[in-house]
Nanobody
Framework: QVQLVESGGGLVQAGGSLRLSCVAS????????MAWFRQAPGKEREFVAV????????YYADSVLGRFTISRDNAQNTVYLQMNSLKPEDTAVYYC?????????????????WGQGTQVTVSS
């Protein structure tokens, strides 16, 4: 069982930056691929970024590519999402997720564990 706790959300002006953190419980953090998703009001949850469980590769949604960076610190059981050049359309609840499975498509596959979410609001 893995518990995920996000933090770092808040209110920021367009063009600003935020860094989200997600701390995972347990001793097997390195065996999970870690991802960020987001859900805006009235919209479906969408994939943002993923960091693989091995090999150190990352993958981003086109909407955040070049602006957001996902990273992880296995010693601290933490995954981060650095968000730069924020836009009002980035406003959403951001969720951390973990999966022990290998997928060809991490963006569209199920994750076993989810955090409670952290609100990010970008004002224009």
């Amino acid at each position: 069982q893995v518990q995920l706790v996000e933090s770092g959300g808040g209110l920021v002006q367009a063009g600003g930056s935020l860094r989200l953190s997600c701390v995972a419980s347990g001793r097997t953090f390195s065996t999970y691929a870690m991802a960020w998703f987001r859900q805006a009001p009235g919209k479906e949850r969408e994939f943002v970024a993923v960091f693989s469980r091995s090999g150190g590769w990352t993958y981003y949604a086109d909407s955040v590519l070049g602006r957001f960076t996902i990273s992880r610190d296995n010693a601290q059981n933490t995954v981060y999402l650095q968000m730069n050049s924020l836009k009002p359309e980035d406003t959403a609840v951001y969720y951390c997720a973990a999966t022990a499975h290998y997928y060809r498509d991490y963006a569209g596959s199920p994750y076993e564990y989810w955090g409670q979410g952290t609100q990010v609001t970008v004002s224009s």
